[in-house]
T-cell receptor, first 111, second 113 residues
Framework: RKEVEQDPGPFNVPEGATVAFNCTYS??????FFWYRQDCRKEPKLLMS???SGNEDGRFTAQLNRASQYISLLIRDSKLSDSATYLC????????????FGTGTRLKVLA | DAGVTQSPTHLIKTRGQQVTLRCSPK?????VSWYQQALGQGPQFIFQ???????QRGNFPDRFSGHQFPNYSSELNVNALLLGDSALYLC????????????FGPGTRLTVT
């Protein structure tokens, strides 16, 4: 079983739609969680950290469910510019915060 | 405030050759991590450097080695290149204390022929 699993998609949604991605992780002792956004042939950019209480940044909401070992990302009112690959990241427990990435979920927002 | 920079941006090498990639971290950051990203995959952790030492290593052979300099910049060296080493190599910098958020450079795209 992969350490971090994501549905690769693609998710094709119309502008204005709400879309949600889930990501599951296998190590229950994982400490920190992030969502990154990656545009085609570019570097990953930090979208948001994911906190136990859940957190929101504008149209984006991230949630963590430690009991079920998954994190989620909700995007409301999708824009064309949201089209990208969304990478789920879980850190290792070694104390050095090695990032473990999922394979990413592709989102395409259609006009 | 300069972000993470990497050089070169693109590189073409032949099987068996050696390559050195370079990274300068974001201002104020002291930790550098290297990742390999193959097409269609998420980045895979190679190793992390802090205080000029390799602090943790991923599942990569000894052909992959690195170095961190006193100014926190870092190099990734790959010896005896294989076709399968063709990938985007990403450097990320972070602080050794705090939120541990990592910020990525634009990457070096290595093609091995």
């Amino acid at each position: 079983r992969k350490e971090v699993e994501q549905d690769p998609g693609p998710f094709n949604v119309p502008e204005g739609a709400t879309v949600a991605f889930n990501c599951t992780y296998s190590n229950s002792a994982s400490q920190s969680f992030f969502w990154y956004r990656q545009d085609c042939r570019k570097e990953p950019k930090l979208l948001m950290s994911v906190y136990s209480s859940g957190n929101e940044d504008g149209r984006f909401t991230a949630q963590l469910n430690r009991a079920s070992q998954y994190i989620s990302l909700l995007i409301r009112d999708s824009k064309l510019s949201d089209s990208a690959t969304y990478l789920c990241v879980v850190t290792s427990t070694s104390g050095t915060y090695k990032y473990i990435f999922g394979t990413g979920t592709r989102l395409k927002v259609l006009a | 405030d300069a972000g993470v920079t990497q050089s070169p941006t693109h590189l073409i090498k032949t099987r068996g050759q050696q390559v050195t990639l370079r990274c300068s971290p974001k201002s104020g950051h002291d930790t550098v991590s290297w990742y390999q990203q193959a097409l269609g995959q998420g980045p895979q952790f190679i190793f992390q450097y802090y205080e000029e030492e390799e602090r943790q290593r991923g599942n990569f052979p000894d052909r992959f080695s690195g170095h961190q300099f006193p100014n926190y910049s870092s190099e990734l060296n790959v010896n005896a290149l294989l076709l399968g080493d063709s990938a985007l190599y990403l450097c990320a910098s972070s602080l050794s204390r705090g939120s541990y958020e990592q910020y990525f450079g634009p990457g070096t795209r290595l093609t091995v022929t």
